[in-house]
């Protein structure tokens, strides 16, 4: 089981930034994606972006353009640097990870998740 620990939420005033860490205990999967969702409250959990093995990024039209995504392979980490903050970006950011094997099976893993609070 892939363990995701997040770390860099907090509190922080609008128009700031903050910079997201979560570092995965393994990616034993080649082919892969990580990166972060996030879920307000009386919200559905939404994608934030996402990073490939490859280096492919998808970004939700709300955040692109602000957010950028990251990874360090070598340390199996995705970062999340988030500017121009708003405060509907509060919300519980988590983790994410998708490995593929083969044609049809993937496996998903979430991290347990770090609060983002944007207000004055």
């Known amino acids: 089981q892939v363990q995701l620990v997040e770390s860099g939420g907090g509190l922080v005033q609008p128009g700031g930034s903050l910079r997201l860490s979560c570092v995965a205990s393994?990616?034993?999967?080649?082919?892969?994606?990580m990166g972060w969702y996030r879920q307000a409250p009386g919200k559905q959990r939404e994608l934030v972006a996402v990073i490939s093995s490859s280096g492919s990024t998808n970004y939700a039209d709300s955040v692109n353009g602000r957010f950028t995504v990251s990874r360090d392979n070598v340390e199996n980490m995705v970062f999340l640097r988030m500017n121009s903050l708003k405060p509907e970006d509060t919300a519980v950011y988590y983790c994410y990870y998708k490995g593929y094997r083969g044609w049809n099976l993937s496996l998903e893993y979430w991290g347990q998740g770090t609060q983002v609070t944007v207000s004055s």
């Open positions: 393994e990616t034993i999967f080649t082919r892969n994606d």
